[in-house]
């Protein structure tokens, strides 16, 4: 069943209105008829399997026939602050970030990032990255739509993570297998995770003693070296498997 997303404020007396890109996507994409039956979410974890009732330009409504609370969520919010990768790198990332349930992305512009935005060229870049993430929710089955965060310097985003309860960044000089795993088994329900994620060149030594003094726990990933997609993935990956296993 093809899922989309609405606002809260657009259900109304058992119907919900869909607007904007998706309505192109159901109608010219997708051909769906009246009649045809849709999942919709709320963004805030609210489900609605519904039944298509009016398609019109510009406005496509439907009438819910039943509803629920999301279970594909999660039982921890994970944050992934991802240094920059080049090329196409980061739409990808996002993309699989999202379907291992990620609750939002922060690109971060790190010392060894090859790739440097201007304000411009990150606000198109943003949009690009978030409309990825929303596909990427719709095809995944979530709950909510992952936010992707505007890029942040290193700085920002040791700030930023201050307030989480959990932070870890995979570094290929940390050594202990041992302590990575007990830092896994040791994440709990209802926290907040930051996940640092090093560019192509991965992090400088000043950027991992900066990520130590505001309590960024050094993991390591094994012995070979891994490419940031790669490192992302399996990260969320491992952390995904000791979350839903709660």
């Known amino acids: 069943m093809h899922q989309f997303f ?9 119907k919900i209105t869909i607007e904007n890109a998706d309505i192109n996507h ?13 999942k919709i979410s709320d963004g805030v974890g609210g489900i609605y399997i519904c039944s298509i009732d009016c398609m019109q330009d510009g ?3 439907a009438k819910i026939e039943e509803e629920y609370h999301t279970d594909t969520e999660l039982p921890s919010k994970i944050y992934l602050f991802q240094g920059l990768p080049k090329g196409e ?3 990808w990332i996002i993309q699989k970030a999202v379907e291992l349930g990620v609750h939002e992305i922060i690109p971060v512009a790190t010392k060894r990032a090859v790739v440097k935005l201007d304000d411009k060229k ?13 596909g990427a929710a719709q095809q995944s089955g979530r709950g909510i739509i992952p936010e992707v965060h505007e890029v942040l310097t ?3 985003a040791l700030e930023y993570a201050k307030n989480l309860d959990v932070k870890c960044i995979p570094y290929e000089l940390a050594e202990g297998m041992s ?9 709990e329900a209802g926290k907040k995770i930051g996940i640092f994620i090093g560019p192509e060149g991965g992090f400088e030594e000043t950027e991992i003693q900066a990520a130590k003094e505001v309590g960024i726990v050094p993991i390591t990933l094994g012995k070979r070296i891994l490419r940031t997609e790669t490192a992302a993935v399996t990260v969320l990956s491992i952390f995904m498997y000791q979350l839903e296993s709660l």
């Open 6 to 14: 609405t606002s809260p404020s657009n259900i109304n007396n058992g």
């Open 26 to 38: 159901l109608k010219n994409v997708l051909r769906m008829k009246q009649g045809e039956r849709i």
């Open 59 to 61: 406005m496509v409504s």
């Open 89 to 91: 790198k980061m739409e």
């Open 122 to 134: 990150a606000a198109k870049k943003i949009i690009r990255w978030n409309a990825i993430a929303k």
């Open 154 to 156: 290193f700085g920002q």
């Open 179 to 187: 302590e990575t795993k007990a830092f896994i088994e040791g994440l």
